[in-house]
């Protein structure tokens, strides 16, 4: 089994070229396979509440909740490195709160860093946290719980003045003491040059390949979440189809009589038929 890489060795991997890879995870057997696929980062992100519970959107998601998920990847992905993404109202409020609770990822949940939306407006958060000890990646761009104030679900910086606010993010983000960063959802010559201006290994979503790394939805990845899927989404297989399809054969076996089978049953033990036999009579009478 592959060694588990830690921060520093992002960093040169980012010195050396070589693209880190990243994908989400909500549970335990969906971190097993990531850790046996070798990815090199894993993220429980707060997308779960769409894709794991069905919400409208991130906003819902409590602490709570992240923990939980985050205790099951980190036992089905013990050697992989994780990190967990701080929920809606979990560090806006004060710096204070924003320490408390990215300590319970640490201490609760065995994480190894954690994630928070924003670049200037949270730049006393990030910083809060880091010198608490705790490890950071800002995710700036399209911001999923901020979406309202952006117009929804949008790509940025794709004028020169938004570009601009996004470059002035990264940089608050790097100042703020922050180890990684990941953009999403902004043209790929900005991610090209936030890649090249930061020291801190850059990860995307949606932000084009000349970053250090990619990250994709594991839920879109393999055709899981159907609601819709992010113009960045390459699909790599449609479990959907593949589980569809089982269930429905499962139905029509059992409209058939055709499962269970004998091979699926247990049956009584050598000479324990006759008792039982036995003993139902006794009840008719």
Do not use: W
């Not at 980062?41 to 906003?59: A, Q, R």
């Not at 409020?93 to 320490?99: C, F, G, L, R, S």
């Not at 670049?119 to 910083?127: N, T």
Request: hydrophobic share 40%; aromatic share 8%.
């Amino acid at each position: 089994m592959a060694k588990k890489k830690m921060i520093h060795d992002f960093y040169s991997m980012k010195k050396n070229s070589q693209k880190i890879t990243f994908l989400t995870a909500y549970d335990y057997p969906t971190a097993t396979f990531a850790e046996k696929a070798g990815l090199d980062m894993l993220l429980i992100g707060d997308s779960l509440g769409m894709c794991v519970y069905g919400y409208e959107s991130t906003v819902p998601v409590t602490m709570d909740q992240m923990i939980c998920h985050s205790e099951a990847v980190r036992r089905g992905a013990p050697n992989t490195f994780i990190v967990g993404d701080m929920p809606f109202m979990s560090y806006q409020t004060n710096d204070e709160k924003a320490v408390e609770s990215a300590g319970r990822f640490l201490k609760e949940a065995g994480c190894d860093a954690i994630k928070l939306e924003g670049g200037v407006r949270i730049k006393s958060r990030i910083k809060a946290i880091v010198e608490a000890g705790i490890v950071v990646m800002g995710h700036i761009g399209l911001t999923p719980q901020s979406s309202g104030q952006l117009g929804g679900h949008k790509a940025q910086g794709r004028t020169a003045a938004t570009a601009k606010l996004v470059m002035e993010d990264a940089l608050a983000v790097q100042e703020a003491g922050a180890q990684m960063i990941l953009l999403e959802a902004i043209p790929p010559e900005v991610g090209e040059a936030i890649t090249k201006l930061l020291d801190m290994p850059v990860l995307s979503i949606g932000a084009g390949m000349k970053c250090d790394g990619q990250l994709l939805i594991v839920s879109d990845m393999i055709g899981q979440f159907q609601a819709f899927t992010p113009k960045f989404v390459k699909k790599y297989c449609n479990v959907a189809e593949v589980i569809i399809a089982g269930m429905e054969a499962y139905c029509e076996d059992i409209r058939n009589s055709k499962f269970p089978e004998d091979k699926h049953c247990y049956h009584m033990l050598d000479g324990e038929e006759d008792g039982f036999l036995k003993y139902m009579n006794t009840l008719k009478k």
